[in-house]
């Protein structure tokens, strides 16, 4: 069974919503069992109880992840960031856990304040992040071990480095296109 989430919509400054992602993927990954319980921990942001993966390789990827997603934010080039949960043994894909990004252009070329008080902003987030928390209780449990990749849909060809290495290389002609960031690790369940 494949289920599919409506988009969530995020907006605010490349620094924040980046570092959104980092803690939403986390409870995502933690929430949906990709990961053991164990390799996680409780942090407190946005007045929010949080979990943090503590493995390692975990860490390091979604670092970064989050260091390359900042810079398109910044270039307000990414239009969704996509989680795909898939099954380790068939590859099929089980949830697709979508969130769309609206870039403010005109943020960048001007140095006007911003209409959306940070404070305003981590509302917002708070609210997401018990939206995926709330969202769980009613996702069937994922009974077969799990592997994730992440999806970046960018507005423009770009190229992708992470750890020096190239990957994703492909320019698609309608100038969009998607970056798959697999995973580092098999799951451990």
């Given at each position: 069974?494949?289920?599919?989430?409506?988009?969530?919509?995020?907006?605010?400054s490349?620094?924040l919503?980046a570092?959104?992602f980092?803690?939403?993927i986390?409870?995502i990954?933690y929430?949906?069992?990709?990961?053991?319980?164990e390799?996680?921990?409780?942090v407190?942001h946005?007045?929010?109880?949080?979990?943090l993966?503590?493995?390692?390789?975990?860490k390091?990827?979604?670092?970064?992840?989050v260091?390359?997603?900042?810079?398109?934010?910044?270039?307000?080039?990414?239009?969704?960031l996509?989680?795909?949960?898939?099954?380790?043994?068939?590859?099929?894909v089980?949830?697709?856990?979508?969130?769309?990004?609206?870039?403010?252009?005109?943020a960048?070329?001007?140095?006007?304040?911003r209409?959306?008080?940070?404070?305003t902003?981590?509302?917002?987030?708070?609210?997401v992040?018990r939206?995926?928390?709330?969202?769980?209780?009613f996702l069937?449990?994922?009974?077969?071990?799990?592997?994730?990749d992440?999806l970046?849909?960018?507005?423009?060809?770009?190229?992708?480095q992470?750890?020096?290495?190239?990957?994703?290389?492909r320019?698609?002609?309608?100038?969009?296109?998607?970056v798959?960031?697999p995973?580092?690790?098999?799951?451990?369940r």
């Open positions: 069974m494949t289920s599919t989430l409506k988009g969530i919509t995020l907006k605010g490349a620094e919503v570092e959104f980092s803690f939403g986390n409870s990954l929430q949906r069992g990709i990961y053991p319980p390799t996680f921990t409780r407190t946005y007045d929010l109880s949080l979990l993966t503590t493995d390692p390789k975990l390091s990827y979604l670092t970064n992840v260091s390359q997603l900042k810079e398109w934010l910044f270039e307000c080039t990414v239009q969704k996509v989680l795909v949960i898939t099954c380790l043994e068939t590859n099929e089980l949830e697709r856990w979508q969130f769309d990004i609206e870039c403010d252009k005109s960048k070329e001007s140095s006007a304040p209409e959306k008080s940070i404070k902003i981590q509302h917002e987030i708070r609210s992040i939206q995926i928390t709330a969202t769980v209780t069937p449990l994922l009974e077969t071990p799990c592997a994730f992440l970046v849909i960018q507005t423009r060809t770009w190229w992708f992470i750890n020096g290495k190239n990957q994703g290389r320019p698609l002609t309608s100038q969009r296109r998607c798959c960031i995973s580092p690790l098999q799951s451990t």
